[in-house]
């Protein structure tokens, strides 16, 4: 399936544009998406702090939050970060998807998420609370058996000191 190029919002265009030239890109390089982290502004800022520290390099969603007219990530793919009040953060380009259910997530992933202390417990509590309030957004019930979405990304800019 094609994937379409995201809309990207006017106040993060410039910013857009910068990583293209610095990547050596062409212009009409596809944007998957441009997003901030979290679903709300203090878990945004949080997470977002951990991505440009390097420290988190994946993240989690739920299957469901998918269709028709948001198709899954690819390898490739890339994304804008921005934060709660829509200013441009990075950019990061997914390494990685898989696809597994809620409690077959491993602790490499959840250390990999560079949340809370990096265990697959403490993983499994915050998420399941964070899908939980999705699943409420939805109109689905949070089980155990749910899929989720493991996305590995690398920031590719600005670098990395």
């Known amino acids: 399936m094609e994937q379409t190029q995201a809309v990207i919002p006017q106040p993060v265009a410039s910013f857009w544009q910068a990583f293209l030239a610095q990547a050596g890109l062409p212009e009409h390089t596809p944007l998957y998406e441009t997003f901030a982290f979290g679903d709300n502004e203090a878990d945004s800022s949080a997470l977002a702090a951990l991505v440009l520290a390097g420290r988190k390099t ?27 009040q829509g200013k441009p953060l990075c950019v990061i380009e997914t390494l990685r998807i898989d696809l597994k259910p809620f409690d077959h997530v491993d602790s490499a992933f959840a250390a990999a998420e560079g949340e809370a202390d990096g265990t697959l417990a403490s993983w499994r509590e915050l998420h399941w609370q964070y899908f939980e309030r999705v699943c409420t957004r939805l109109g689905r019930q949070a089980s155990p058996g749910m899929i989720v979405v493991c996305e590995r990304f690398s920031r590719r800019w600005p670098a990395l000191p």
């Not at 993240?59 to 709660?84: F, H, K, N, Q």
């Open 58 to 84: 994946a993240t989690a969603s739920l299957a469901w939050e998918y269709g028709p007219d948001r198709p899954l990530p690819r390898a490739g793919d890339y994304s804008l970060v921005i934060d709660w």
